[in-house]
């Protein structure tokens, strides 16, 4: 009884909260305008003050509204001032190959360099990490495990670990038991084995455009071609260019980042992600589905994924937790539907078995609900710094910037005027102890060169700030 | 200086040891012969009386002698009863694909079942690993690591570890440096990179035979076709077969155990190696080394690799602790010659990093020499082992029955009378709760249907000793 009036008391704070981030995420009220005070809106709404306030403090860590001070709570945030949506992607419609494997190890090559303010990489930051719960979790599975982990786990992979993402796999209405997992060496492992299944040398995939250059690296290391289809900033691959696709070209797999995609941070709408599924059922193509940020929603619920709605088993689903955890752990998984034997046995045999310790750190950290509490407090931040991104963006970036407004995930698109070029950019930052990640990086085509991926997967300090205005200081000069 | 005497010292009683050693292998002493007493020795030998007696220990300890009360050391080890070597094998000469995946699925079945006595297994038994001190190992390593090991580790492999492994590369002449290194996820995964990198899918590799059954699974997951070689029990991969092979055939790569060959235990001679390397030299063909077992060396001192030998870059060398330290840590790595561009690069698009923690706790245990002192006292419990397995073999198997007689790993190959199936052998044995690796296994023709692997990586017990009665038992019964 007690739990359902928590959780009900949740949803009321919650909801409050939403109806006041919407009114100023679209300028309906603006920065500086004076929120109703917490008696009035406790009247209004019928619910208590402290319901009212806790939706205020959540607002407050997200960096939208302030307290002043014997004055009340005004809102920080301009929706006003918000930049514009970056406009549609149109590759060329036929694979190409102009790699940029210069610019990559180029952009990449400070990554470790302290010194540096990180724009560029793809992964969140110590201090956003449970390090000190995740350390004891280690010490705990070093008494626990069978010879102190050093013996190969089960060749599928951890029991528990599997029946924990199946548990949590109910979130997007997934329906995965265990036996349907397996787990592998982090995400961009879980493609390698997925495009090892189903694809062969000379093959073709299309993708979503722009999309994560470790993906172009692992499809070209591999021999396939890469057509690259138009996509939408906001929701995400195009379903229509998609189905064309497939009619023109011989295509073999599909490969989509369906949640929050990484550079873009776009979306696809669930309904999208049924006619995708369906679309491929009927030609009978695999869809390979790269669903490592769908954990990290701002919304008030997870999106669902492609998976949802596979009723053949050709949808491929692969997740990690090196964007949320533990990078270093190598914890990922895949759900390889009626490719799982295929799957089980190129794990097998590329690499025996995975991490043991680590793969049970992880598992208990998921039963235990460690995880879950982690996620609450890590979406809550990273909401909460994409938006002093997006407003820091339109302080200080050139006028005509465009910026992507994501709902999740912790990568934001900027596209510049087209005259900028963003490699340039990012060697004039680089004498600034600045990283970003230019856009021709998520390309095989001669497309982005002026638009760059910055990620908000840090702690937001006056640093980040500072950085984010030289940046658009440095832009503006190049305008 | 009190080191210099101590190394004196130690090798002394080295020599001493050995000199009985050979004599009691070759038969010139029987059981049951009383040895000099320690006195007579000490004199005959200008040496101290502790290093006669530390030398009788070392031999006890290996079961080649045993003490009697009041009487003095007596010869345990039958030289004369040990059983012949295996014959050569004769492979067909063209790539053959006769596999055997379900026998392998079945043997391996009960691989987990903790009542059986697991002579199939390839892994040493946790009982022969330091695991107090490894645990110790990871608590350290969670402490001193960045962020406790949750960040991504340096791509190329953790620094430290990449320094040891050069550092015993003097052992065998290798003179690695870090540089030259690529740390991975255990040896199966440095050959999966090495087979992609200097292979493509319809190419041939030349590989002895009997070979690792996982090397020709990997093979044909990567679609290559498989040339097995004529190969001696004790020097391995012919030589001449080789120079024939390469003539006849368009071979694209070689592949093979050059120490200490799982499954025969076979050691290719270090002048035979330098032939090798000379050979695929001349023909511009790679050669991948997997030298897993070349610490584990029961001769005074170890053996050279080919990658001692390899002037232009040619040689993939291959190695892990998988074998020796903790098989569930996933640490391997690979000196890959002039392919290391291509290597850096499969690693990071495959995999991104491999697992920083356990990476660093095998670094750790190299460099405070906790490694190489567990190795000395592995070496010694595995020798001692493979003389108890072939004498019990000796003892308990039918008339006629070969085997083995490895100068290092822990594998023994067991040749039977022709007509004696040791699949069906497994299936009897089964029943009784014991495990052996039928020798189809290690082929990809109709072959080696007589023969089987027996492992001796676990403690000596009175229960081991039963199932190999047992195994014989069986044996006997069906030929």
Redesign the interface.
Known sequence: MGKDIMLRDEFLYQQIADGIESQILSGVVAAGDKLPSVRVLSKEQGVSVSTVLQAFYHLESKGLIESRPQSGYYVRFNGARQPLLPSKSYPQAIPQDIDAEDMIQRVFQNM?DTSFVHLEVG?PA?EL?P?AK??KG??GA??TL?????????LQGNLNLRKQIARWSVMWNGRLTPDDIVTT??C??SL?YAL?AVT??GDTIAVESPIYL?IL??AK?L?LKVLELPTDPVTGIEVEALKAALERNKINACLVVTNFSNPTGSCIPDENKKHIVELLEKHQIPLIEDDLYGDVYFSPSRPKSCKTYDESGIVLWCGSV?KT??????VGWIAPGKYLDKVK??K???????????HEVVANFLENGRYEHHLRKLRQVLHGNSLRFIQAIGDHFPEGTKVTCPRGGFMLWVELNKGIDTYELHRRLNQEKISIAPGRMFTLQDQYTHCMRLSYGMKWTPEVEAALQKVGRHASKMA
Request: one cysteine or more; hydrophobic letters at 35%; aromatic letters at 6%.
């Open positions: 470790h992964v110590p990490l390090l995740l350390a280690v010490t070093v008494r069978d010879a102190g982990g050093t013996c190969y786990e089960n060496s982090g961009m492992n390698s090892l062969e040398r470790g690296q692992l290391s021999g090196s955890l533990a990078p270093g752990y190598r046995k190129l097998l045999y590329h690499t025996v078995a995975t991490t043991t310790l680590t």
